[in-house]
Every structure is written in C-alpha cells, then in structure tokens.
C-alpha cells in the first residue's frame, strides 16, 4: 500500500488470500516517499519465492508502475477511491502503463477480486489452489442465480 490510509480497502485482499490459505504480506511503501525502501523491497520478492505483488495507491498512483519497473513478477494494481475524483485519476494512472511494463488494475477499491486474480494465477501450477477456487466459482454462481430467482 502507498499509504496507511489504504488499510481499510486492502484488508479485503488480505483476508481472501487467508481464506484460500495463501501466505501473504503487507507493507507501506510509498512509490514518492519511500522509493529505496520499496525497490529494495520489491528486488527481493522473486527470491523470497513471492508469486505476484498486489499494489494499491489513491491519488496519482504510481505505485504499481514503479512496482512493476523493479520486478518481473506479475503486479495486480487496486485503485483507491479519492477525494477528489473517486478514485478515477488512480485508475487512469494505472491502466495507461507504457508498453513493456504491464500492471493488471482492477475496478476502484477492488481489493478483494486483486486477491482472486492472485489466487488465479498461483492456480494455474497448484492443484489445490485450483480445487478450492472451482469450489469457490460454483458457490458464486449458485449465489447468482438464487438472486436472479428471487
């Protein structure tokens, strides 16, 4: 996260990779306050066995991008909703990365599904993972098409 503030989106995608059992960790690291620190950080994932990196930032939110400038793992960007134009400038930041550095973004404040995304990924190689996310699937579709019958 970019900021502390970011906490009460991010706690989402926390909480969905407990769920799946899907070890994780939480920093603040801001991409203009704390650039060393996080390219330091950042370097390290790969060796530490990390799989992806989920990077959440409000406001000009270049914390994906510089993310993703500092590793080839993948980089799932969460837009935090703003003050100043809910959370559509992050957004924008995020998806207009320059060719060659690619950052996935999900919708504003979409913490949780950064967390699937995730989750999806580390399933293309873990069958387990795979098995719980099929069950996961079909407990959301059931959900669906129960409120559609209502």
């Known amino acids: 996260m ?13 909480e969905t990779l407990a769920q799946f059992g899907v070890e994780s960790e939480t920093k603040v690291l801001s991409a203009h306050r704390t650039p060393a620190e996080l390219e330091k950080w950042v370097s390290g994932l790969r060796e530490r066995d990390f ?3 989920i990077a959440a930032a409000g406001g000009a939110a270049h914390l994906a991008g510089v993310v993703a ?10 837009p935090i909703k ?45 069958a387990s993972l795979k098995e719980k996310m099929d069950e996961f699937r079909r407990k959301q579709a059931e959900k669906v098409l129960a409120s559609t019958l209502d």
């Open 2 to 14: 970019g900021s502390t503030s970011d906490w009460g989106v991010m706690k989402a995608a926390t």
């Open 69 to 78: 400038a500092f590793t080839t793992l993948p980089v799932i960007a969460v």
């Open 82 to 126: 703003g003050k100043t134009l809910d959370g559509l400038d992050s957004l924008l930041s995020m998806v207009q990365m320059p060719s060659g550095i690619p950052v996935a973004t999900v919708a504003i404040d979409g913490a949780k599904n950064a967390a699937l995304l995730a989750i999806e990924m580390l399933a293309i190689t873990d």
């Open 51 to 53: 799989a992806a990196v």
